[in-house]
């Protein structure tokens, strides 16, 4: 993306007169380090954000897997009964 920057400046920068090109030129590398560190700001802070969307997900998905756990656990029928019933051949 800084690539892109860069031509669009020397696109710019071309079509200036000789004077004012010497004044962007000047200029134009300490603006080229601001875009870098902009960019690689708002990088880390779009990580940043995605990292904490992610964390609130899965901890909701936890919270409701919790209840669903439980009650699969208390709904389990054929949990109480594992007594082997030999007249139908037939063990739960």
Same mark, same amino acid.
């Given at each position: ?6 031509? $669009?400046? @020397?696109?710019?920068?071309? &079509?200036?007169?000789?004077? &004012?090109?010497?004044? #962007?030129?000047?200029?134009? @590398?300490?603006?080229? @380090? @601001?875009? %870098?560190?902009?960019?690689? %700001?708002? $990088? !880390? =802070?779009? *990580?940043?954000?995605? =990292?904490? /969307?992610?964390?609130?997900? #899965?901890?909701?998905? /936890?919270?409701?897997?919790?209840? $669903?756990?439980? #009650?699969?656990?208390? +709904? !389990?029928?054929?949990? $109480?009964? %594992? *007594?082997?019933?030999? /007249?139908? =051949?037939? +063990?739960?």
């Amino acid at each position: 993306m800084t690539a892109q920057i860069i031509k $669009g400046l @020397e696109a710019a920068a071309a &079509q200036l007169d000789l004077q &004012q090109q010497r004044a #962007f030129t000047a200029v134009r @590398e300490g603006q080229v @380090e @601001e875009v %870098k560190l902009l960019l690689a %700001k708002a $990088g !880390d =802070e779009l *990580k940043r954000a995605s =990292e904490y /969307s992610f964390n609130q997900t #899965f901890n909701y998905a /936890s919270l409701m897997v919790l209840p $669903g756990i439980l #009650f699969g656990l208390m +709904s !389990d029928k054929r949990r $109480g009964r %594992k *007594k082997v019933n030999t /007249s139908a =051949e037939y +063990s739960a």
